[in-house]
């Protein structure tokens, strides 16, 4: 029952930047949009997360639309490294983390 | 940052055995800790929170009598697959909830091949 939708699968250049998009009409006010990544039989990295304002790190920027109803995570310079599946949840405090599909993006040199 | 770490990280038991795998916080207090599993080129699926303390809550479908969860310190929960069948052969990751708000630290997972 996860409340998001990521298009199952996107290619992206090495050394371009990567946008990857995710739906999430139904979030509430409370409820946080949380970027995860899982690269092959390995536990899930926590990417970035946010609430209504944009947020950037080390390793990704995330843009949320003003209504909140999506949102785009953004790996500036992608690497073959970030092939991985990528995954978009919406949670609020306190609650269990469900996963939806994701996005299995592929960097090719 | 908060660190969980998962063991084994693979194991292959006979059909008919146990197989415990552990879950620890490594650098913080984690009262709650969630188990998944994930099937091959799926996602993963939750299966159970494990409360410190007290009883697991188990999701819908999931046997709990099959995945004996206990939680016995803030640190540690453990997941024991009874009397494992080939079916059980899966990618079983634990997570836990970190400082701040950082969302949920998860391991590195175990696989299990049941022959």
């Known amino acids: 029952d996860a409340k998001t939708t990521q298009p199952p699968s996107m290619d992206c250049a090495e050394g371009r930047a990567a946008n990857l998009p995710c739906n999430h009409s139904t979030i509430s006010g409370n409820e946080y949009v949380y970027w995860y990544r899982q690269i092959h039989s390995q536990g899930p990295q926590y990417i970035i997360h946010?609430?209504?304002n944009n947020e950037t790190n080390e390793m990704a920027s995330l843009i949320i639309t003003e209504d909140r109803k999506s949102s785009t995570l953004i790996l500036p310079h992608a690497t073959l490294r970030d092939t991985a599946v990528y995954y978009c949840?919406?949670?609020?405090?306190?609650?269990?983390?469900?996963f939806g599909a994701g996005t299995r993006l592929t960097v090719k040199p | 940052g908060a660190v969980v770490s998962q063991h084994p990280s693979w194991v292959i038991c006979k059909s008919g055995t146990s197989v415990k795998i552990e879950c620890r916080s490594l650098d913080f207090q984690a009262t709650t800790m969630f188990w998944y599993r994930q099937f091959p080129k799926q996602s993963l699926m939750l299966m159970a929170t494990?409360?410190?303390?007290?009883?697991?809550?188990?999701e819908q479908g999931v046997e709990k009598d099959k995945f004996l969860i206990n939680h016995a310190s803030l640190t540690l929960s453990t997941l024991t697959v009874t009397s494992a069948h080939p079916e059980d052969s899966s990618f079983y990751i634990c997570?836990?909830?970190?400082?701040?708000?950082?969302?949920?630290?998860f391991g590195s997972g175990t696989r299990l091949t049941v022959v």
């Open positions: 949840i919406v949670m609020g405090n306190n609650n269990d983390m469900r």
């Open positions: 997570s836990a909830r970190g400082t701040g708000d950082y969302g949920y630290t």
């Open positions: 494990s409360n410190e303390g007290s009883k697991a809550t188990y």
């Open positions: 946010g609430l209504k």
